[in-house]
């Protein structure tokens, strides 16, 4: 189970979750062939390979979550409310392979930068679609305690 399954809100469920690309393996690999008999190489890859496994990003039905870090967790999070707008970039090499950043703004000076991660436009859609759904249940909410005010006046 990780981080953020086990801190995971009462009700909560996981919408997505989000990934690294092979690339970011396959560079630390490449580094541990190539230089892998340079101690520089085989640090590189046992730092790479320590912050791919424990760098954690998901959407869920009511935030976004971010985790860092080994020893020390570093947690960023938003909620879906607060969320105003959002930036991707991929350039020609990742539009190929299907790799980009994602930052997500939020209210005042909130943001949540997202590591370079395997199909970005799909973890947007994610968040979009997450978003929505949150607007959408707070709309029906409002409108089943008018509904409940009108008949209890």
Do not use: C
């Not at 860092?68 to 570093?74: D, H, L, M, Q, R």
């Not at 970005?120 to 607007?135: C, G, I, M, Q, S």
Request: charged fraction near 25%.
């Amino acid at each position: 189970m990780t981080y953020i399954e086990k801190h995971l809100n009462d009700g909560e469920t996981l919408v997505r979750r989000g990934r690294f690309h092979w690339l970011w393996y396959a560079r630390a690999w490449a580094a541990l062939i190539l230089f892998g008999w340079l101690i520089v190489g085989l640090i590189y890859f046992i730092y790479e390979m320590i912050r791919l496994a424990t760098t954690e990003f998901a959407v869920t039905d009511r935030r976004l979550v971010k985790k860092t870090g080994f020893i020390a967790a570093n947690v960023d999070q938003m909620s879906l409310e607060a969320i105003e707008g959002a930036s991707m970039r991929q350039g020609v090499i990742g539009r190929i392979f299907g790799f980009g950043n994602l930052d997500i703004e939020g209210r005042g000076e909130g943001e949540v930068d997202f590591p370079t991660m395997a199909a970005p436009a799909d973890f947007l859609k994610a968040v979009n679609e997450a978003r929505r759904r949150t607007e959408r249940a707070s709309v029906d909410r409002l409108a089943e305690d008018l509904a409940h005010k009108e008949e209890s006046a």
